[in-house]
């Protein structure tokens, strides 16, 4: 069912952004400006440009959108951290986590496709773009400098 997918990456992309929220406040170390601002701009982008508007398509599709941390705890497809990792780890986690956010949109996107939502397949583009930026980044920052 396209909705329950939807109400899947909703509660996903939500954890995510609030888990870069969470590094973007607590990552320390010799590059807190630059970490800082990488994990502000993530849960920015991911926050502003797929919540709201995900939850209004699953209304669209008149299903009822979940909208309470339980109901998010519960659907989220990543790992929830309460812990404060290093810089690096936070990181490798946010790398893993998009590239698990990227490939539940690639999967969702000729279900959107089959059902003839090409306005919502349209969107979920958008997003496997927007994820494949961030994917890109988090390599360049996490790769080794060559010796
Ligand atoms: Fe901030």
Do not use: C
Not at 36 to 45: I, Q
Not at 119 to 139: E, N, Q, Y
């Amino acid at each position: 069912m396209l909705t329950d997918t939807l109400k899947t990456l909703l509660a996903t992309a939500y954890a995510l952004s609030i888990k870069a929220q969470n590094f973007h406040w607590n990552v320390e170390g010799p590059d807190f400006p630059q970490y800082h601002d990488f994990f502000g701009n993530y849960y920015e982008e991911v926050y502003g440009n797929t919540i709201d508007k995900l939850a209004e398509i699953i209304r669209q599709l008149d299903s009822y959108t979940p909208g309470s941390i339980l109901r998010y705890a519960e659907l989220s497809q990543i790992e929830d951290q309460t812990k404060i990792p290093r810089a690096e780890l936070m990181m490798q986690e946010l790398y893993i986590d998009n590239e698990k956010l990227l490939a539940m949109w690639k999967e969702m996107f000729p279900m959107a496709e089959q059902e003839n939502q090409q306005g919502i397949a349209d969107f979920i583009a958008s997003r496997i773009d927007a994820h494949g930026k961030h994917a890109w980044m988090l390599r360049s920052i996490l790769k080794k400098e060559r010796a």
